[in-house]
C-alpha cells in the first residue's frame, strides 16, 4: 500500500468509524433523553476527532513531502553525475581526434617521402 494510499485509508477508517457511531446511537433503543445526551457528548468530541485527523493528514503530507524532496534530489544527483560523465567522455573524444590528427599530420606523404631520402 503506498503512502498516499495509507492516509486515505486512515481518513476513511475515522470518518467511517464517527458515521457508525452516529448511526449506531440513533438505531439503539435508549430513550430520547439518553440518546439527546449521547449525541451532545459525541458533539462536543467531534472537534477533537476534527483535530485529530487533521493533524493525521498534516503528518501524512509532511512525510509525503519529504519523501518526494528526497528523491527528488537523488534524481538530481544522478542527473549531475551523467552529465558530469557525458562532459568528461566529450572532453577525451576531443582529445583522441585531435591526437588522431596530429598522427595523421605527422605521417603524411610529404613526411614519408622526406624519411625515405
Do not use: C, Y
Not at 494510499?5 to 438505531?27: D, E, H, N, Y
Not at 509532511?62 to 544522478?78: F, H, I, K, P, V
Amino acid at each position: 500500500m503506498s503512502k498516499k494510499s495509507a492516509g486515505a485509508f486512515i481518513g476513511g477508517m475515522l470518518l467511517g468509524g464517527t458515521i457508525g457511531t452516529i448511526i449506531g446511537i440513533l438505531i439503539a433503543p435508549r430513550t430520547g433523553r439518553e440518546t439527546r445526551q449521547l449525541l451532545k457528548k459525541s458533539a462536543d468530541a467531534l472537534p477533537e476527532l476534527a483535530e485529530d485527523l487533521s493533524t493525521t493528514v498534516q503528518l501524512q503530507a509532511d512525510r509525503l513531502s519529504g519523501s518526494a524532496l528526497r528523491r527528488w534530489d537523488a534524481t538530481l544527483n544522478r542527473l549531475r553525475d551523467a552529465i558530469a560523465a557525458g562532459i568528461e567522455a566529450s572532453v577525451e573524444e576531443s582529445e583522441e581526434i585531435d591526437r588522431s590528427k596530429s598522427d595523421l599530420a605527422t605521417d603524411s606523404p610529404s613526411s614519408v617521402s622526406n624519411h625515405q631520402l
